[in-house]
């Protein structure tokens, strides 16, 4: 079940703004809870990827991208996921949930999430994600014209280049 009330509390809690500031870094706080955890009574790894909505919900919030999005009637995206999982987050764990944009190229925004506990990192996410209209991904230009972003120092660093040159190379469709 998605999480309605951690939705809501998203929403009414994201500081709103003008800014635009493409090096926001989003930061929420929650607690692990009974219907978060797997039968090893650890955080369900099907909820981390939930959670990581917010957190994107919050940043679109946090930059103002929201506004943009129902202007244009635009939509967004995850276009591919890698996800490493290094401790485990128990019931009750206070997790810091951090979303920041890891770099964006022609067609792809990347987005760098993180789960932390007593300042220890959980686990961590690199998404490829992108803004849709009419169905089809535009061109980030567009989106950084909309955003009144120059962009020219939102590069895609090393690692995450790695990550889209090995992508570029996985079969598709898979197979059966």
């Known amino acids: 079940m998605y999480p309605v009330t951690r939705f809501i509390a998203t929403l009414l809690k994201a500081p709103r703004s003008n800014s635009r500031d493409h090096n926001t870094i989003s930061e929420i706080t929650f607690r692990c809870r009974p219907w978060d955890l797997d039968m090893f009574f650890e955080m369900n790894n099907g909820r981390v990827l939930t959670l990581y909505d917010l957190g994107r919900f919050d940043l679109v919030l946090r930059i103002g991208l929201d506004k943009i999005l129902r202007k244009n009637r635009w939509g967004l995206v995850v276009a591919g996921t890698?996800?490493?999982?290094?401790?485990?987050?128990?019931?009750?764990?206070?997790?810091?949930?951090?979303?920041?944009?890891?770099?964006?190229?022609?067609?792809?925004?990347?987005?760098?999430?993180?789960?932390?506990?007593?300042?220890?990192?959980?686990?961590?996410?690199l998404l490829r994600t992108g803004v849709t209209s009419k169905g089809k991904a535009i061109e980030t230009s567009v989106l950084l014209a909309e955003l009144g972003v120059d962009g020219s120092d939102i590069k895609v660093g090393a690692w995450e280049q790695a990550w889209i040159d090995s992508e570029a190379q996985r079969p598709w469709p898979p197979s059966p």
């Open 82 to 125: 890698t996800v490493r999982y290094r401790r485990r987050i128990r019931l009750f764990d206070k997790v810091s949930l951090r979303t920041k944009v890891a770099g964006i190229d022609e067609r792809w925004v990347y987005i760098e999430q993180s789960m932390w506990v007593n300042g220890q990192p959980c686990n961590s996410a």
